[in-house]
């Protein structure tokens, strides 16, 4: 089922996600929800936050991209309680957007190599050194569970450039291929 993407302004995208157990209420299908609704929205991740739920769950398909990164193919991952536990390398700025954010794009300097802990879908406990495009994705994806977004990265002069499309989203005026659900002007 495709569910709504919340945008810019909801108050769960600036709240702490909780960890779940195992014994959390229709997870599988929670899981396939938003591996859909993430995928139908051309994403290639989604926290739980951004369909309204303040729980720590992100999908992340990177197979989309396995045309031009052969590695990426059928890579399909969901990460339960994912905490990054240490963030090194080199900083690399890219331009990043997000699906809370539509038509908002900005350069975001990143650790290029991340530490991270996480549950699968089976609840097996894994830690692991992620670099790359993945660490950075990881890395923005597991910004929403703690409240935090994309654009809480850029400096205060590129945050005044935004503002308009920031406000049209308070508003409930952005626009996007995909569902939503906005604040009510």
């Known amino acids: 089922m495709i569910l709504p993407i919340y945008t810019y302004g909801q108050p769960v995208l600036r709240k702490e996600a909780e960890d779940i157990t195992?014994?959390?209420?229709?997870?599988?299908?929670?899981?396939?929800?938003m591996f859909e609704t993430?995928?139908?929205?051309?994403?290639?991740?989604?926290?739980?936050?951004?369909?309204?739920?303040?729980?720590?769950v992100v999908t992340i398909t990177l197979d989309p991209l396995s045309e031009d990164y052969p590695e990426f193919k059928d890579f399909n991952k969901v990460y339960i309680n994912p905490h990054i536990l240490e963030v090194s390398g080199e900083e690399v700025a890219m331009d990043e957007g997000c699906l809370?954010?539509?038509?908002?794009?900005?350069?975001?300097?990143?650790?290029?190599?991340?530490?991270?802990?996480?549950?699968?879908?089976?609840?097996?406990?894994?830690?692991?050194?992620?670099e790359g495009y993945l660490a950075r994705v990881m890395q923005h994806e597991f910004d929403h569970l703690e409240g935090k977004l994309f654009i809480d990265h850029i400096s205060t002069l590129r945050k005044q450039m935004v503002k308009g499309k920031l406000n049209a989203m308070l508003k409930g005026k952005a626009r996007s291929s995909y569902k939503m659900k906005q604040v009510k002007s």
């Open 38 to 56: 993430m995928v139908r929205a051309d994403g290639v991740g989604l926290a739980a936050p951004q369909i309204g739920l303040p729980i720590r």
């Open 22 to 33: 195992a014994e959390y209420p229709n997870l599988k299908e929670l899981i396939d929800n």
């Open 100 to 130: 809370s954010l539509p038509g908002v794009h900005e350069t975001v300097k990143r650790g290029s190599c991340i530490k991270v802990k996480y549950m699968d879908e089976n609840f097996v406990e894994h830690e692991e050194v992620v």
